[in-house]
């Protein structure tokens, strides 16, 4: 099984790099949008874009101004949007910002270090909407393609902010992950760096267990791959009210699903990971822990809907390497873990009579053994 090429990572990389330009100098990180034109340090490698203030009440989140970023989908090209070099007069604790895009889009933001180093999150957008982002520094996630001497975000370094629409990636992850063409625009209104705190997704349980996420708010911190579509629907109740639904077809790719982060959690003490889940049809779901270096390991379980609701324990001893990716040690290594990929082969699934299939998951977790 093919679920991602690491060469997108490595071209995000090398676009976030070229397209940080240097101001004269360092802008406060608290940007409303409110002038008539944007800051000089905020720049695009975009093809044809075209960066401006618009005052359109429909696109404008809150005050009279926003920032309209608009090009041309081109393929293999990455849409990146940064704001750099910026500073702040206090210790910041989280990213804060308000995005919406035009249509269905894959996005990425986060802070790049002075060194060069980029911490990112991930957001799904139908498009049309706006999200406000309120995100933790420490729920960032080190980029893939970065090194950090000491691993972890250095809050007084950073001196940029990004956002990226991920869609038009070379290779089979940018198949998956969508693929766009003609003119496209984003909208981002108050964004800032904050030395307030965010309500954070995850969370620790009594027995020490950690919350991955438990989909109870928006926006969708994961990304759809191999054309699957995620929206949030009514939960399980007992504490869940809100459940993740993955629908699918066989009309585009073979192996369907979502990503999500992993990499900003300490997961050192836990010994396997659960998800509490139901199917809407039968179909043979694989459920994929990537690390750092690509290495990708697996388990298979066949997704039951006589069960409905149930919770599948998976511990990490279960996850066995993928014959097509390598490790070094041939072992999962939890303190390198990035992402959960959980998949669907469609083409083995069944389907309901609209000619999709579905699933749900109102939880992830990490069991503790500590």
Known sequence: MRISDRSWFIALALLLLVACAWADEPLIA??????????????????????AITNDPANVRSGKGALEFS?????????????????????????????????????????REED??????????????????????DELMLSETSEDENGQLDVREINGIMVADLSNLDGEAGESLGIKSGRQQMWLDDVSLSDQLAPHRSSRLPDGAIIVDDFEREPLLALPIG???????????????????????QEHYRWAGFVAALGYLDLTQ???????????????LEIVLEERDGSKYSVRHRLDPAKGWYSLDLSFSQFKLDPQTKD???????????????????????????????????????????
């Open 71 to 111: 090009w041309e989908a081109t393929e293999g090209r990455l849409a990146i949007v940064t704001v750099m070099p910026i500073t702040h007069d206090s210790r910041p604790r989280s990213l804060r910002l308000s995005v919406k895009a035009t249509g269905l889009t894959p996005i990425m933001y986060g802070v």
């Open 30 to 51: 608290n940007f409303d949008f409110e002038q008539a034109e944007p800051a000089p340090a905020w720049t695009t490698t975009a093809p044809e874009a075209k960066l």
């Open 270 to 284: 836990a010994t396997g990971i659960s998800l509490h889940l139901r199917a809407e049809q039968a179909a043979p």
């Open 116 to 137: 060069g180093t980029c911490y990112q999150g991930y957001l799904y957008t139908p498009g049309g909407v706006w999200h406000d982002i309120a995100v933790d520094l």
């Open 328 to 370: 070094e040690n041939s072992r999962l290594d939890i303190d390198q873990l990035r992402v959960l990929i959980p998949v669907l082969d469609t083409k083995r699934a069944e389907l309901g009579p609209t000619g999709q299939g579905a699933w749900e998951l109102s939880r992830v977790t990490a069991a503790n053994g500590g």
């Open 227 to 249: 054309g699957a579509v995620l929206t949030l629907t009514e939960g399980p109740g007992n504490g869940d009210s809100s459940a993740l639904r993955i629908a699918y077809d």
